[in-house]
Structures are given as structure tokens and as C-alpha cells.
Nanobody
């Protein structure tokens, strides 16, 4: 059974930091492109960041470039998203995504940026 379990969300003030983690099981993690998506209320789900199988290449949405860092640990089957200088507009449910021949999603974790 494939599982992607996000953690680390919560409430943070503008300018603060959070680190999201996604623990995976049931997949050969090192074979999967890993990504973080987010969906804000009333908006479509959007790609935030992606990292290739070896971690050698990353891609970021323009809106978070320079503030967020995606990383992966193939030994621990986890992917993380370090989020710095958070803004109110970063408020959303953040989802972990694993993509190869199949695509899998986590259940999401809420990030709320508010004073």
C-alpha cells in the first residue's frame, strides 16, 4: 500500500519559517520525481517545487523562488520543503506528490500564515 504522509504544517506569522516533511512508503522512492503542490481556498492546485530522483535538479514556482527549498533523502524515503520568509499569500493546503509511471498524492497539510 502506497502512503505519502505530510507533516509540519501549522500557523505561523508573516516572515516566519516552517519545514514540511513527506514520509513515503510502498514505493521505490528513488525512482520518483517528488513535488510539493499547494491549494489555497478558491484556487486551483499549483506546483510549488519539484526535485528529480537523485536530487540533482530542482524547480520552483516564481512566487516562492528564493524563499523555499525542496530537498530529499533517498535513504529515508522522505522529501522536505523548507519555507522561509512566509507571506500571507502562502496560506494553503500543501500536498506531497510522487510521480513516475504512477502518480500518488498525500492527504495534505494546512499552512496558515497570519498575524
Amino acid at each position: 500500500q502506497v502512503q505519502l504522509v505530510e507533516s509540519g504544517g501549522g500557523l505561523v506569522q508573516p516572515g516566519g519559517s516552517l519545514t514540511l516533511s513527506c514520509a513515503t512508503s510502498g514505493i521505490t522512492f528513488s525512482h520518483y520525481l517528488m513535488s510539493w503542490y499547494r491549494q489555497a481556498p478558491g484556487k486551483e492546485r499549483e506546483l510549488v517545487a519539484a526535485i528529480t530522483t537523485t536530487g540533482g535538479n530542482t524547480n520552483y514556482a516564481d512566487s516562492i523562488k528564493g524563499r523555499f527549498i525542496i530537498s530529499r533523502d533517498n535513504a529515508r524515503n522522505t522529501v522536505s520543503l523548507q519555507m522561509n520568509s512566509l507571506k500571507v499569500e502562502d496560506t494553503a493546503v500543501y500536498y506531497c506528490n510522487a510521480a513516475a509511471i504512477n502518480v500518488y498524492w498525500g492527504q495534505g497539510t494546512q499552512v496558515t500564515v497570519a498575524s
